[in-house]
């Protein structure tokens, strides 16, 4: 399979040369030539298959030859080796636990899938890769965690100081080896900034290969379109048209799922849970769209002003507003909201939620206040990661899981850093 750039001014390539550059030359985003559904039969025996094999075969066009079947099989089976399972709220809501692997956190199915990809690319390459990622929270311990020990493969993660939870801090600063965390004196948006400007920078790009572990990296966002299938395999049996509520932040776990739909995985309709941080919001009111600087919130991993993957979104949907609106409706919400929201779910079904669940959960809410269907939230975080708010709003101490307790003791290691000429002397150093 080749891939296009979406500013059309760059070659078309192979998989292997759009993750190993993770943006185009002309600085667009990587999108697959071609969407080639799959047989209806694998829709009618889902249930019977593993996993690992619905994952193979759903994503196998986009990455056969260039890395071989049985070489594909195994990065699958060491990607998914944790449980995805749908968990029923009430009649018409269930959520998708995406927070069983190794950071508790639903990035880990995208951070180790591209890890191991790029692994197997640098078998053959003489030149180290150096991997930079911007993270409001959630993506830096996934990728830390996944990169961990990769050869060939050097991990530089901003983060923006104070403005992480604890936990998420602890799991990006205390690995080492390959991994160095740079902690930026600014919010989420400067991070992202600064990992753009030095893939524009061509000093810094002739002297050394930069890539992204950002969802703009296709084989970051394309696994993720594995838990769409997961769940129509657990519910399928139930008989209702199915919807998905996913918390948004850049955009790329939802752009996964409409890929799956794309894929012919019967699902009804999109919709996009956000926080304070409106902008897609306001495109589907306005048909303009218009980025703003991020605002902070309890739900942090999205806390995004001017999400990525919204240009694939609309390419998916043939850059047509109507196409997109019948697809993918979209809703904000308050941090009170989402108090109100993680009590609820407390209260009245015995849930402990984190606060992008919350989030979700509310966008499955107002969705069925005018629609039929079984709406399914996705659950994007343990609500351990989320600690002082959950436990404030519910008074009721959560415990820590092993993996998360293993690391509190470790000492944080961080590199203070204030603009992009600090982050441009450390990668030349
Ligand atoms: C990254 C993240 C999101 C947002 O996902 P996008 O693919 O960027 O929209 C939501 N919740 C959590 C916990 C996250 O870490």
Redesign the pocket.
């Known amino acids: 399979m080749n891939y296009y750039s979406l500013n059309k001014k760059a070659p078309n390539t192979t998989f292997e040369d759009a993750v190993v550059r993770g943006l185009a030359p002309d600085k667009g985003l990587y999108f697959p030539e071609s969407i080639t559904p799959l047989a209806p039969s694998f829709f009618e025996t889902i249930e019977d298959k593993s996993n690992t094999e619905i994952a193979f075969e759903a994503i196998k066009q986009f990455i056969v030859p260039e890395i071989p079947e049985d070489v594909l099989k195994t990065i699958i089976e060491e990607t998914l080796n944790f449980d995805f399972p749908v968990i029923k709220i009430n009649e018409n809501i269930s959520t998708l636990e995406l927070f069983h692997g190794p950071t508790m956190?639903?990035?880990d199915v995208g951070a180790r899938f591209m890890a191991r990809c790029l692994g197997y690319f640098n078998k053959t390459n003489t030149k180290d890769v150096t991997v930079l990622v911007a993270t409001s929270?959630?993506?830096g311990g996934a990728v830390a965690n996944g990169f961990l020990g990769v050869k060939g493969v050097n991990v530089v993660i901003l983060y923006p100081s104070g403005k992480v939870s604890d936990i998420q801090e602890k799991q990006l600063t205390t690995l080492g080896k390959n991994i160095t965390a740079l902690e930026v004196d600014g919010v989420f948006d400067d991070c992202q900034d600064m990992v753009k400007q030095a893939f524009m920078d061509t000093e810094l790009t002739s002297k050394m290969q930069l890539t992204s572990a950002n969802?703009i990296n296709i084989a970051r966002w394309l696994p993720q379109l594995f838990y769409f299938m997961f769940t129509y395999k657990q519910l399928k049996s139930k008989g209702k048209e199915l919807a998905f509520s996913v918390?948004?932040?850049?955009?790329?776990?939802?752009c996964a799922g409409m890929v799956a739909q794309k894929l012919g995985l019967p699902i009804k309709h999109f919709i996009a849970a956000n926080n304070a941080n409106d902008t897609v919001v306001n495109y589907m009111i306005s048909e303009t769209y218009n980025p703003k600087p991020s605002v902070q919130t309890i739900s942090n991993?999205?806390d995004?002003g001017n999400p990525s993957n919204f240009i694939r979104i609309q390419e998916l949907h043939n850059n047509d507003f109507d196409t997109l609106k019948a697809n993918l409706s979209s809703y904000s919400y308050t941090d009170d909201d989402t108090k109100a929201a993680l009590l609820e779910l407390y209260n009245d079904f015995n849930y402990i939620a984190d606060p992008?669940g919350a989030v979700g959960y509310l966008g499955a809410k107002e969705y069925l206040k005018e629609h039929d269907a079984h709406v399914v939230f996705l659950e994007?975080?343990h609500p351990t990661k989320f600690l002082d708010v959950v436990e404030d709003v519910i008074r009721k101490s959560i415990e820590l899981p092993p993996q998360i307790a293993a690391i509190m003791d470790e000492e944080k290691v961080s590199i203070p850093i204030g603009n992009y000429d600090a982050l441009k002397s450390y990668l030349l150093h």
């Open positions: 956190a639903f990035k929270g959630d993506t969802s918390p948004s932040g850049n955009f790329g776990n939802i991993a999205m995004v992008h994007t975080a």
